[in-house]
């Protein structure tokens, strides 16, 4: 089977359209028709439910639309690689990020990488903590940047840092002219949270409860960039991570609460497949964000089988954490 024809079985399958994947890819909709009965004839069978509009995948066609992807991803990552051994670093990056981390990390990161291999495009896909893991599984991005990373049969991880979570307030709210609140006040608090689904909510409030810390949650959202535009628009008060603030706290739109018995991180993480490898642009974009070598923090313990791993779960901080 030709690459040309999985790559335009997948076009069909984003846009769910014969029509727009021809125009995509230059073709006549007939040539597009007939490309896709080839395919299903070759596998032996229904790809695509015509019947529907807009059209839709077959079971079996999803279960195909799954492993193509990362087999035309691995295709690439290998032309890339062939053509980097020979010249200066080339090809693409795709990094798959939760809000919070894309937003406060990759500006810094893509430019400095720019600066260093012109001729890398990177690509940063946002998604929910849940679906970059899906994202990187499905290989459609070459690794993911995560809050609480774990390993599973498909993904491996690398622990990044430990990002510390600050308690920041509007510049209106009671406690911005306070040098520093004890714990006690916070209690009974009006707060403005994560979502309750979220693990790092849990955590959150996991480690308010050891504390002995009760609040109220008066509105719950699921990024912290929501949770700061609202923090200043209802002068309100919340626990976000240090690195999504800094634009904030340093125009002092949100004040930086001290609070000596409250101290947290949470820790963030670079996920990958278990199968396959990364690409050279993949490995030293990696790399850079890590600090060392990526390839370094992917090996096994000797003997273990198993990764090297840190406890995955918000904590009282223990001493100073370095953010990137």
């Not at 990759?106 to 998604?127: C, I, N």
């Not at 599973?152 to 990002?163: A, P, R």
Request: hydrophobic share 40%.
């Amino acid at each position: 089977m030709q690459l040309r024809t999985l790559e335009l079985f997948c076009t069909i399958a984003e846009h769910r359209s014969f029509s727009k994947a021809a125009v995509v890819h230059q073709l006549t909709q007939g040539a597009v028709s007939q490309a896709m009965q080839h395919l299903e004839e070759s596998v032996g069978a229904e790809l695509i439910d015509r019947s529907k509009r807009p059209l839709i995948l077959t079971p079996a066609g999803k279960t195909y639309l799954s492993g193509l992807r990362g087999i035309l991803r691995s295709y690439e990552r290998l032309e890339q690689e062939v053509r980097s051994t020979s010249r200066q670093l080339s090809g693409k990056v795709s990094i798959g990020t939760i809000v919070s981390v894309g937003l406060s990390y990759m500006p810094d990161a893509s430019e400095a990488f720019g600066r260093l291999h012109r001729d890398v495009e990177v690509r940063t896909e946002f998604g929910s903590n849940d679906r970059v893991f899906e994202m990187t599984t499905e290989g459609e991005v070459d690794f993911g940047l995560v809050s609480f990373p774990h390993s599973n049969k498909d993904i491996q991880f690398v622990l990044w840092q430990q990002e510390p979570m600050r308690l920041v307030c509007s510049a209106e709210h009671r406690f911005a002219t306070q040098n520093e609140v004890s714990l006690s006040q916070l209690s009974g608090v009006e707060m403005i949270s994560f979502d309750r689904g979220l693990q790092l909510r849990q955590e959150i409030d996991r480690c308010l409860a050891k504390m002995g810390i009760s609040v109220n949650a008066c509105m719950e959202f699921d990024n912290a960039d929501s949770m700061i535009r609202a923090i200043q628009a209802s002068r309100g008060i919340g626990i976000v991570p240090e690195a999504a603030v800094r634009r904030e706290t340093a125009t002092g739109s949100l004040r930086v609460v001290a609070c000596r018995e409250l101290r947290m991180t949470r820790p963030l993480g670079i996920i990958f497949r278990r199968s396959g490898r990364l690409s050279r642009a993949a490995s030293e974009f990696g790399s850079l964000l890590l600090g060392r070598p990526l390839e370094a923090g992917k090996r096994l313990k000797s003997g273990s089988g198993k990764l090297t791993e840190e406890p995955a779960t918000i904590e009282p901080e223990t001493g100073s954490s370095v953010v990137a």
